[in-house]
T-cell receptor, first 117, second 115 residues
Framework: EAGVTQFPSHSVIEKGQTVTLRCDPISGHDNLYWYRRVMGKEIKFLLH????????ESGMPNNRFLAERTGGTYSTLKVQPAELEDSGVYFC???????????????FGPGTRLTVT | AQKVTQAQTEISVVEKEDVTLDCVYE???????LFWYKQPPSGELVFLIR??????QNEISGRYSWNFQKSTSSFNFTITASQVVDSAVYFC????????????FGTGTQLKVEL
């Protein structure tokens, strides 16, 4: 079974440009999460999808970030326009619907390293 | 508010040494869940263990062991006879009933195991 995949693995863009990150969860997982780690700091929650619906987007930093999950499969996270402070590693995770409670582990992808110059 | 503190930023040990990674958490909830994840150089976070707040029994899995103590709000992780393959960043995380599914992470501990 394939794990969570993320694309691209690394992106370098200039301030003001737009970047779109993609996450493909484990097949059949209804829950999809985005997290971000800024250099040397903790990994912070951004948002949570259940299928195509946003269950919790309390961690989204501002309206320059837009997450979508059309069809309830893969998800995209767009940053427009990018700022220097958006640099970091963006992680995606998924978990099955039947194990959707807080007690069960989330399966993480390798992350996308975003560098804004 | 939930908070996880991993005071050790980086630890270096020589292979075969035992090493303990500290994790201290804060929460007002009585039902919560603690996790450890490993991040090897490949980047993905690998789940290691989950522990709920009602189960203080320590756990051992091979060379890994975990010590959960509610009295000190700690969930420490010990690697016995460390190996070079244990080199990674280790994250402690917390979630709780009523908080959705979001994980609150510590800042991570970089473990370097040298020959």
């Amino acid at each position: 079974e394939a794990g969570v995949t993320q694309f691209p693995s690394h992106s370098v863009i200039e301030k003001g440009q737009t970047v779109t990150l993609r996450c493909d969860p484990i097949s059949g997982h209804d829950n999809l999460y985005w997290y971000r780690r800024v250099m040397g700091k903790e990994i912070k929650f951004l948002l949570h999808f259940v299928k195509e619906s946003k269950q919790d987007e309390s961690g989204m930093p501002n309206n320059r970030f837009l997450a979508e999950r059309t069809g309830g499969t893969y998800s995209t996270l767009k940053v427009q326009p990018a700022e220097l402070e958006d640099s970091g590693v963006y992680f995606c995770a998924s978990s099955p619907a039947r194990l959707a409670g807080p007690s069960y582990e989330q399966y993480f992808g390798p992350g996308t390293r975003l560098t804004v110059t | 508010a939930q908070k996880v503190t991993q005071a050790q930023t980086e630890i270096s040990v020589v292979e075969k040494e035992d090493v303990t990674l500290d994790c201290v958490y804060e929460t007002r909830d009585t039902t919560y869940y603690l996790f450890w994840y490993k991040q090897p150089p490949s980047g993905e976070l690998v789940f290691l263990i989950r522990r709920n707040s009602f189960d203080e029994q320590n756990e051992i899995s091979g060379r890994y062991s975990w010590n959960f103590q509610k009295s000190t709000s700690s969930f420490n992780f010990t690697i016995t006879a460390s190996q070079v393959v244990d080199s990674a960043v280790y994250f402690c995380a917390l979630t709780f009933t009523g908080g959705g599914n979001k994980l609150t992470f510590g800042t991570g501990t970089q473990l370097k195991v040298e020959l």
